[in-house]
Structure formats: C-alpha cells, structure tokens
C-alpha cells in the first residue's frame, strides 16, 4: 500500500487496516512454524505496510500538537 493511499484513509480505517494486518502476520508466524509458505516476502511486505500507516498517524498527531500550540501562542498575545 502506498502513502497517498494511507494518507486518503480516516484515522480510524487506518487503525482498523493495522489491526487486519497484525492479526494476518500473527497467523503467518504461525503457519510458517509448520509448514512452508507459498509467499515468504509477506512478511516483509505486512511489517512495512504497519510502519507506513503508523507513520501517517503519528504525522497527523505531531501536526495536531504543532497547530493547537500555535494556535495558544497567537490567542495568548
């Protein structure tokens, strides 16, 4: 998944999309103990996609922070 496209997403899609793939790599880890799996590289793909929607996250989080501080510092001039 690309970052335009997580960018797109509402926060809580993306909390909801992180939940599905921690849920799919959990049963990956699972199956690769016991057999072996038709696609290896998912696992990569599943942790970097987690990363890129945490990272969107926490921008919009360190974007809310930056304008409410702005936003006291021009309300207490």
């Known amino acids: 998944m690309r970052a335009e496209e997580i960018r797109e997403m509402a ?6 999309r992180i939940a599905e793939l921690e849920e799919e790599r959990f049963r990956l880890r699972f ?3 016991t057999e072996t799996l038709e696609d290896p590289l998912r696992f990569r793909v599943i942790r970097k996609d987690i990363a890129r929607m945490k990272t ?7 974007a809310a922070q930056t304008g409410a501080a702005a936003a006291k510092t021009t309300a207490a001039r």
């Not at 926060?11 to 909801?16: A, M, P, Q, S, V």
């Not at 969107?56 to 360190?62: G, I, T, Y």
């Open 11 to 16: 926060d809580d899609e993306i909390r909801g």
């Open 31 to 33: 199956r690769s103990a």
């Open 56 to 62: 969107v996250l926490r921008e919009r989080e360190l």
